[in-house]
């Protein structure tokens, strides 16, 4: 970061500025110009507040020269970041399907559909437990019981098992939960990703609605900042004026956070698309963009599906699209 100072800055004003920097445990390099002085700020200065740095009398300007997300940041490590979820790997090489059903919805569901994914080829095993629906009179999830049944689906295939969690307050409802997921909508629930930053489970991180990519790397570092280095990025569409698709897939995210972030990158299709007939090919784009991993809803009877019914594939569909992720693999 830089301050530029004010050309009429005292030389106490500056000494006291350049102390208080350095009680924030910055370095400052000082140097003092024809016209101005101009002060290079080197160290973490995520915690500045720079409105609060440009409202003072003596300061001409600010500029941030290097990002604000330090530990998610490819600049401070270079080498791709691998998270292990109950042995299985994502990223640095290491690539993995998640499916299952949106909504975990009774036991013969999600063991059937459990089974099915696995025989396909899925790695990791999705469902919802806790439901961020957009209408508060739409199935919720079965809560507790939906956490158990997955436990029981992992049981049954090994698979291990990626939830979406609401709340700080569910945490132990999830302790056997292999993957944390923040859905889109929480995404910006800092409370959450602070505590979820306190564990050392891995966290997939959805990108909200209409975040920006920075704002997704922000989130990621709220979980980092606390501790917790376990953390993967997820495009799942945003919300632009095209309603033919039910979000828009960035398939160029997929890229652009691999080039700014060392974090494993998950590109999801489903929820990008919400449609049946975009999710084989939209796979495959987000594969050879450079996703280390897919999550693609799965339900062995989605016409019976109480969330999500469009877009979740049938166990048939999803053996077919396995098939043209490993084309789309093997070409890259
Ligand atoms: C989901 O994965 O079922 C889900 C609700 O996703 P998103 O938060 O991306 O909408
Ligand atoms: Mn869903």
Same mark, same amino acid.
């Given at each position: 970061m830089i301050a530029v100072l004010k050309s009429n800055a005292t030389k106490q004003q500056i000494d006291n500025l350049v102390e208080w920097f350095e009680k924030q445990g910055l370095r400052v390099n000082e140097s003092k110009g024809e016209y101005c002085t101009v002060l290079g700020l080197i160290g973490d200065t995520t915690r500045i507040d720079t409105d609060l740095l440009q409202g003072l009398d003596i300061i001409e300007s600010v500029t941030r020269i290097s990002e604000p997300f330090k530990k998610a940041n490819r600049k401070f490590h270079p080498e791709d970041t691998i998270v292990d979820i109950g042995g299985v790997k994502i990223g640095g090489g290491n690539f993995a399907v998640m499916a299952g059903p949106c909504s975990v919805e009774n036991? *013969?569901?999600?063991?059937?559909? !459990? =089974?099915a994914v696995?025989?396909?080829?899925?790695?990791?095993?999705?469902?919802? !437990?806790y439901k961020p629906r957009t209408s508060p009179y739409d199935f919720q999830g079965l809560h507790e019981e939906g956490i158990r049944l997955l436990i029981k689906a992992r049981e049954a295939t090994g698979l291990p098992i990626v939830s979406e969690i609401m709340s700080p307050e569910q945490l132990p409802v999830f302790e056997e939960i292999d993957c944390l997921q923040v859905g889109a909508r929480n995404m910006q629930n800092f409370d959450l990703l602070k505590a $979820?930053?306190?564990t050392k489970k891995p966290v997939l991180l959805k990108r909200g609605l209409s975040a920006t990519l920075k704002e997704l790397l922000m989130s990621a570092e709220y979980i980092m900042s606390e501790g917790n280095p376990n953390v993967i990025l997820c495009e799942r569409g945003i919300r632009t004026y095209e309603t033919y698709t039910r979000n828009t897939f960035d398939v160029s995210a997929i890229a652009a956070l691999k080039e700014l972030s060392h974090l494993p990158v +998950?590109? @999801?299709p489903s929820h990008a698309t919400g =449609? +049946?007939?975009l999710i084989k090919p939209m796979s495959?784009? /987000?594969?050879?963009?450079?996703? @280390? /991993? $897919? *999550?693609? *809803?799965?339900?062995?009877c989605p016409k019976k599906a109480l969330s999500d019914a469009a877009q979740q594939l049938t166990p048939d569909q999803f053996v077919g699209v396995m098939e043209a992720i490993d084309k789309a693999r093997s070409i890259i």
């Open positions: 036991e *013969e569901q999600i063991i059937e559909t !459990a =089974k696995k025989a396909a080829g899925a790695t990791l095993l999705r469902g919802g !437990a $979820l930053g306190k +998950v590109a @999801d =449609k +049946v007939s495959m784009a /987000a594969i050879v963009s450079g996703a @280390d /991993a $897919l *999550e693609i *809803e799965v339900h062995n």
